[in-house]
Every structure is written in C-alpha cells, then in structure tokens.
C-alpha cells in the first residue's frame, strides 16, 4: 500500500522560511508528477507547484520566486522550500503523486501538513 507523508510545517513569522518534505512509500513502481497543494480555511483546494519527472516546475502565481519545489528519486521524496511567507500562506499543505504500481496508476494525497504564519 503506498502512503505519502507530510512533515515540516508548523507556526512562522511573517517573512520566515520552511521547508515541507513528502516521503513516499509502499510497493511501487514509478513515481510520476508530484505536486503540492494547499487548503485555507473556507476555500477550495488549490495547486501550489507541481515537477515533472523530468524536473520541469510550475508554480502558481501567487508563490512565483518564493518556493522551489524538488524531487528526489532515489529517496522517493519530493521538498518544498518556502520564502518570505506572509499570513495568506496560511493552509493545510498536502503532497499529490502520481504513482504506478502493481494495480495501475493513482493519484495518492498525503495526510497535510498545517502552516500558520503569524507572530
């Protein structure tokens, strides 16, 4: 069973950094496009970046120059670095990946990793 786990998020002050990790694990195949999204209280779910398996990234343009979102293969991880956050990058963050196995490939969510921004 393939399972995504979150970590790295927690309370900053404005302008602060941190950094998300996702690590992947289960019986799988091949790890396609992995992404993060993030949810804010009474708003819908929404991309925040994505990277290919090539390594090409696509950022929303709210987080343009502020995160940097890889991937390691070999670790079955995928990071997200996040700059000069402010109170509106408060959210549930969640890890996507596509992956493949045995069954086919799915879509898996990790559990989400909460941000809060203040002082």
């Known amino acids: 069973q393939v399972q995504l786990v979150e970590s790295g998020g927690g309370l900053v002050q404005p302008g602060g950094s941190l950094t998300l990790s996702c690590k992947v694990s289960g019986s799988l195949t091949y790890m396609g496009k992995m992404a993060w999204h993030r949810q804010a209280p009474g708003k819908q779910r929404e991309l925040v970046a994505h990277i290919t398996t090539g390594g090409k990234t696509n950022y929303a343009t709210s987080v343009q120059g502020r995160f940097t979102i890889s991937r390691d293969d070999a670790q079955s991880t995928v990071t997200l670095q996040m700059h000069s956050l402010n109170p509106n990058y408060s959210a549930f963050y969640y890890c996507?990946?596509?992956?493949?196995?045995?069954?086919?490939?799915?879509?898996?969510w990790g559990q989400g990793t909460q941000i809060t921004v203040g002082s």
């Open positions: 996507h990946s596509n992956i493949l196995t045995d069954n086919g490939a799915t879509g898996y």
